[in-house]
């Protein structure tokens, strides 16, 4: 017998879906046996997507609680500041957490890619939230927002975004 795919390639393996014959660089190993590539591809239908009336919950989801989580960043940067970093990272992970839920327990690049940008807004934000807190929309509001954080910002927006996105990748 010779493969379907490369007629040159002598074989006596077959698919264990369809039978036809197959070589070593044609097969694709799955729970029932080997396969050929058509007959291994999975169908549309089991392919998992979130379902649409859930995609705007899942959207404020994630921007609700990146506005909780920034608010309770930029308390918690006045107690503890040595931390920051894996308090930015735990915020992250709440973000994700949240994403995560209200999606249905789905996950995928785009619902991490999401997770993380809204954790990545909540850490910009939290000046903002703060400065406006503190001094109400007033020049000193946006003084703190530009000298909030320095290069340690960076730090936090990554940790914060790496936690949501393990949690929803």
């Not at 369809?18 to 396969?35: E, L, S, T």
Request: hydrophobic share 50%; proline share 5%; aromatic share 12%.
């Amino acid at each position: 017998m010779y493969c379907k795919n490369h007629p040159s390639a002598e074989t006596r393996v077959t698919c264990s879906n369809c039978g036809d014959p197959i070589c070593p660089d044609c097969m694709i190993f799955a729970p029932v046996g080997a396969k050929c590539p058509d007959c291994a591809r999975m169908p549309k239908s089991a392919l998992v997507r979130v379902k649409p009336e859930r995609l705007l919950l899942t959207a404020v989801a994630g921007l609700g609680a990146a506005t909780l989580g920034g608010l309770l960043f930029g308390q918690l940067l006045s107690f503890v500041s040595f931390f920051t970093i894996i308090i930015a990272f735990g915020l992250g992970l709440g973000i994700g957490e949240a994403v995560s839920w209200a999606s249905g327990r789905f996950h995928g690049s785009r619902l991490a890619a999401w997770a993380a940008a809204c954790a990545a807004l909540s850490i910009l934000f939290t000046p903002l939230l703060r400065g406006l807190m503190v001094y109400g929309p007033t020049i000193e509001a946006m003084a703190y927002v530009l000298a909030f954080g320095g290069v340690w910002k960076f730090l936090w927006i990554a940790a914060a975004a790496f936690g949501a996105w393990r949690r929803n990748a």
